[in-house]
């Protein structure tokens, strides 16, 4: 069991509503919806690896989520996370991730600014495509 049975929490061996995990490699990355991140955890022993976004803290901006709902991973490592208060997806490589601390990280930034040949970039409610390259140790 990953967390603990009936005791939310916003520390990085608690979760607060967590209602979607995804599996590659070697990580888990568990959407914890309540905390407005995305929890990175050891598959082998469940250590907390890292983590996606600003911990209790929403926001539409690169650096935070709100309310991530759903998450899925492609065969290339790409993190898709169905960010529900923003109507939006974000999309983080998980091989890009630079983990080694427990520290709240940034949700990711575009990967290119919007430019007139891709509309809607950065609009909320349109796929943005986004790396992980700030997601690291705080």
């Known amino acids: 069991i990953y967390g603990e049975t009936g005791v939310p ?9 967590p209602v979607s995990v995804a599996v590659f490699e070697d990580k888990l990355y568990v959407a914890d919806t309540g905390n407005h991140r995305i929890v990175i955890l050891s598959k082998a022993d469940g250590t907390p690896l890292g983590v ?7 926001g539409s901006d690169n650096q935070h989520f709100n309310n991530p709902w759903d998450i899925a991973v492609d065969p290339e490592g790409n993190l898709y996370i169905a960010d529900m208060g923003n109507d939006r997806i974000v999309v983080v490589n998980t091989l890009d991730i630079s983990l ?4 709240a990280a940034p949700a990711g930034k ?29």
């Open 100 to 103: 080694g601390s427990v520290e």
């Open 110 to 138: 575009t990967s290119r600014p919007a430019a007139p040949d891709r509309p809607g970039q950065n609009s909320p409610g349109k796929l943005r495509r986004c790396t992980a390259a700030t997601a690291h140790r705080s």
């Open 52 to 58: 996606i976004g600003r911990t209790g803290v929403s």
């Open 9 to 17: 929490g916003s520390d990085i061996n608690h979760f607060n509503n």
